[in-house]
T-cell receptor
Framework: NAGVTQTPKFQVLKTGQSMTLQCAQD?????MSWYRQDPGMGLRLIHY???????DQGEVPNGYNVSRSTTEDFPLRLLSAAPSQTSVYFC??????????????FGPGTRLTVT | ELKVEQNPLFLSMQEGKNYTIYCNYS?????LYWYRQDPGKSLESLFV?????AVKQEGRLMASLDTKARLSTLHITAAVHDLSATYFC????????????FGKGTKLTVNP
């Protein structure tokens, strides 16, 4: 199992550009989430999904879109990049309730700089 | 709104000493997580605590949960340099929400 994978590892964007951060997991997890990590702020939830076709907003959703067409993939789209979106982005996944397993697995992260 | 506070935010300690990191949260919770993060790396899961009085131990780290006080502790016993990292607690609000809320992290430095 590769676990949770993210691409790219690093990205530099100009203000106003759009891009998609990719996230995939091969553990057949239903729950997937996107977080951003800023210095001194811990991690903050952007969007999450409890299964294919179902997404919801987290704490800081503005400027980001998500969709979940398959169980494996959960891409995060930046619509019009702003310097305030400079951050490290982590994708995570876990099994659904009822399994008795609550472990969250995090991907390696994407470091994004917006100039 | 669920808020999670960790203290201290920075901790410098000598090898061989004991210390405790505290995690307070503001509303009732379903689960509490502890994670470790090394510089430039992802988060590594340490513990998941589900119920009042839960205690889990792994090596020199022991985590406990008091849901009545809304407090979790991460106790470090006889610290070694390899434990230097940032430690995060994270909480899910009660009711089955997946909205995991993180504390700001405790940066631990263990000096020889």
């Amino acid at each position: 199992n590769a676990g949770v994978t993210q691409t790219p590892k690093f990205q530099v964007l100009k203000t106003g550009q759009s891009m998609t951060l990719q996230c995939a997991q091969d553990m057949n997890h239903e729950y997937m989430s996107w977080y951003r990590q800023d210095p001194g702020m811990g991690l903050r939830l952007i969007h999450y999904s409890v299964g294919a076709g179902i997404t919801d907003q987290g704490e800081v959703p503005n400027g980001y879109n998500v969709s979940r067409s398959t169980t494996e993939d959960f891409p995060l789209r930046l619509l019009s990049a702003a310097p305030s979106q400079t951050s490290v982005y982590f994708c995570a996944s876990r099994t659904s309730p009822g399994t008795g397993l609550y472990e969250q697995y995090f991907g390696p992260g994407t470091r994004l700089t917006v100039t | 709104e669920l808020k999670v506070e960790q203290n201290p935010l920075f901790l410098s300690m000598q090898e061989g000493k004991n210390y405790t990191i505290y995690c307070n949260y503001s509303t009732t919770s379903d689960r509490l997580y502890w994670y470790r993060q090394d510089p430039g790396k992802s988060l590594e899961s340490l513990f998941v605590l589900l119920s009042n009085g839960a205690v889990k131990q792994e090596g020199r780290l022991m985590a406990s949960l008091d849901t009545k006080a809304r407090l979790s502790t991460l106790h470090i016993t006889a610290a070694v340099h390899d434990l230097s990292a940032t430690y995060f607690c994270a909480v899910t609000p009660q009711g089955g929400s997946e909205k995991l809320v993180f504390g700001k992290g405790t940066k631990l430095t263990v000096n020889p």
